[in-house]
């Protein structure tokens, strides 16, 4: 009877250390990662022609634009970029993230990632990371973050900002300091899933939480930027 006793107090105990753990874990995520503040940032893009699917969120004194590149204006797009002084050296700090469209190839960054939807979730975490985790580096010459810090903009998306725009939004925020749970649920309510599987999402942008976890410095950076008052 008392070794069940010492049992049942062990395990109450790990149970309260994990869930203190989630609680400080969840306190320490940046305001902009509760669904409904990140929502109340919106900024209308109403007035703005020429754009597919795009969605424009002030975070601090960044603007992140959500977009589907390959079917918008690329002179619109690039107007846009440039009225937060993104030049064309940078790819109007603008990332493609398919292909066929020749105009947002040559004016933007380029750089394609498969259709998660098509994706298991090892495979689709890893290209992903593979693919585009640089752009989170600030020794590299053009990243997300030197886009953000420089201009206090950053835009992202594929062709129809259904499946790998959406996807790699989240990552941003994930690497950020969202929980990949947050993230999604962010992501997912903007721009729907549209096929892609959840825990397929889920697990590219886990990965991405995981590797600012890792590199706290430069998490740091990004989080300062978008939770600036």
Known sequence: MKF??????????????FGTQSTLAQAAEPAYCSLRTFLSREVSLDQV???TNAR??????????????GSSDARILAALAAKHQAT?????????????????????????????????????????????GANFDP?????????????????????GMKHRGPSVVGMLLAFSG?????????????????GVRASVRHAILEHAYHAGNANPAIRTRFARVFSAQ
Not at 96 to 125: C, I, T, W
Not at 145 to 157: K, T
Not at 186 to 191: A, E, P, Q, S
Request: aromatic letters at 12%; one cysteine or more; hydrophobic letters at 40%.
């Open 4 to 17: 069940c006793n010492v049992k049942v107090l062990a395990f109450v105990l790990i149970a309260s250390v």
């Open 49 to 51: 022609r020429g754009l």
């Open 56 to 69: 424009m969120f002030q975070l601090g004194r960044a603007r992140l634009t959500g977009v589907a590149v």
């Open 88 to 132: 064309a050296s940078e790819g109007y700090c603008t990332w493609y993230l398919n292909k066929g469209d020749d105009s947002a190839e040559e004016a933007f960054n380029h750089q394609y990632v498969s259709n998660p939807m098509f994706m298991l979730s090892s495979r689709a975490a890893s290209e992903y990371w593979r693919a585009l």
């Open 139 to 159: 020794r590299s010459p053009l990243s997300f973050l030197s886009c953000i810090e420089r201009h206090g903009y950053v835009a992202m998306g594929c062709n």
């Open 178 to 194: 969202c929980t990949p749970e947050h993230a999604s649920e962010i992501v997912n309510h903007v721009w729907g899933l549209n």
